[in-house]
């Protein structure tokens, strides 16, 4: 509960800030809020007992409930925030007149995103998803002189308006069926449900097949998926890295929660066939149509729909419990690091060379060799490579789902693996292998303060894939 209070007044006092039209003060101030925010969330997480991970601090009548579980992720989505603003100072350099409603939007946005996975009553995840989505309407159009991102946040509200309605349709229903929002008390009564009324059984089934359209759409699940490249390439680098970590992580996470509390049992079949289709066919669609991109952003869209599509394997193998949790967890913490590496160098590339494309990357092994080996372990992780957090990231996943049979669901992800393999090659061999532009010759501009971030995140990255186990170790997540 302490981190929602420090953002959302850190966020007000940003605000203020802003009036000075001092762009130096801004940067610092919201990296220091975020890393007191990641401090305190680190030093609450319970570390007692391997069990402990439901024990909760509830708040408002239990309508929020800050466990092990919302605390770790919590510090994932922060740190995923903390270390992406560096690669922002294009902004400060510029002295942006908006940067200070940027950050305190961000700010506001981590909000409605810890509020999705500590949540323990529909309304307060309904109450997170819009604060969050709203935020990222407004930041996805905030080149205001850019069509493309005109376009994005107009496709973006749209859609995503479409996809709340048809979620907010779904819970009415499981509140008609169940006549409580409360997790707990909606999984109990659905269980009962066969037996008690069997007339409420269509009811029930409609409105968690609205639900998981609704959240389908916010991770960019196919066939939900369809704004996702659109929007990617239009909103600025950095915010486009923000939907691909911290909306995913906290979309994922919250899905989970509501899986594994409010519909588990045998209201597992009304679910399980439905995610299981989808599951298959984000596969598809993310990692076929990152093949044909020739934009690296739209690339990463794509690839973002893919990794989608494995974290849904951790949900269709949710039984195995904390098997399933800690896959997702990992796989949340080695895909948002690789994937900041791979907007952040994309970011400052397009700050110089103004290209998004694969070309744009041609020659940067010349001229940054630290940019091309930056984003060269950030391709091979997110490949799932091993020596690299992406490649453990995939085996935990494809472990909770063989543990509960689903061996055609892993040999079909091995194969789509495979696939993604060719697509990750591709700025690779731009940076080492193709001479740069006429007009490219020069380094890109990267800041000290950059590279030692870039070299932190490579760190981590190659880190969590030769010692997976000092994370578990370290939060006892198991």
């Known amino acids: 509960m302490l981190s929602i209070i420090l953002l959302s007044v850190s966020g007000l006092a940003n605000l203020f800030l802003g009036f000075n039209r001092s762009n130096r003060l801004i940067l610092p101030f919201a990296l220091l809020v975020l890393t007191g925010v990641l401090a305190v969330t680190l030093s609450g997480i319970d570390t007692t007992g391997a069990l402990a991970v439901w024990n909760s601090s509830p708040y408002f009548k239990g309508m929020l409930t800050f466990d092990r579980y919302a605390q770790v992720f919590t510090a994932v989505m922060v740190m995923t925030t903390l270390l992406l603003l560096p690669f922002s100072h294009k902004y400060v350099r510029e002295q942006n007149p908006n940067l200070a409603e940027y950050y305190s939007i961000l700010l506001f946005s981590l909000v409605g995103a810890i509020m999705m996975v500590s ?37 973006y509200f749209l859609m995503g308006c479409f996809a709340t309605g048809v979620l907010l349709f779904g819970m009415a229903l499981l509140y008609g069926a169940t006549g409580t929002f409360d997790l707990i008390q909606m999984g109990l009564v659905l269980q009962a449900l066969p037996a008690a009324d069997p007339t409420l059984q269509p009811m029930m089934a409609v409105g968690i097949l609205l639900v998981l359209i609704g959240i389908g759409f916010k991770i960019s699940a196919a066939p939900f998926h369809f704004w996702t490249p659109d929007v990617y390439e239009g909103t600025p680098t950095v915010f486009s890295g923000y939907m691909s970590t911290v909306v995913k992580t906290a979309g994922i996470a919250g899905f989970f929660k509501l899986l594994t509390f409010a519909f588990g049992g045998e209201t597992n079949s009304v679910w399980l066939p439905t995610l299981t289709a989808m599951l298959v066919l984000t596969l598809i669609i993310g990692n076929v149509g990152a093949v044909a991109q020739t934009n690296a952003k739209r690339m990463l869209a794509y690839s973002s729909i893919s990794h989608a599509g494995y974290l849904l394997l951790a949900l269709v193998a949710l039984r195995s419990g904390f098997l399933s949790m800690n896959a997702i967890f990992f796989y949340s913490l080695a895909y948002s690091v690789a994937t900041v590496i791979a907007f952040g160098v994309l970011k400052l590339v397009h700050d110089q060379r103004e290209r998004d494309d ?31 957090g992406g490649f ?9 789902a063989a543990q509960e049979g689903y061996i055609g669901l892993v040999v079909f992800a091995v194969v789509m693996s495979a696939v993604g393999i060719f697509y990750y090659l591709r700025p690779i061999m731009a940076m080492y292998m193709k001479p740069g532009a006429e007009g490219a010759d020069a380094p890109v501009a990267v800041s000290g303060f950059q590279s030692a971030v870039l070299m932190l995140l490579v760190g981590l990255t190659l880190l969590l894939g030769v010692w997976p186990g000092i994370v578990e170790g370290a939060l006892k997540l198991q």
Not at 134 to 150: D, T
Not at 365 to 371: G, Q, V, W
Not at 392 to 400: M, P
């Open 119 to 155: 949540y323990n009553n529909l309304i307060v995840l309904f109450l997170g998803i819009e604060t969050l989505s709203i935020a990222m309407y407004v930041l996805a159009g905030s080149e205001k002189n850019n069509l493309r991102s005109n376009e994005a946040a107009l496709k």
């Open 358 to 388: 694969y070309e744009g990357l041609n020659g940067l092994a010349r001229t940054n060799p630290l940019l091309a080996f930056a984003m060269t372990v950030s391709m091979l992780s997110l490949a799932g490579i091993p020596l690299t």
């Open 392 to 400: 453990f990231g995939k085996f935990y996943l494809f472990a909770a």
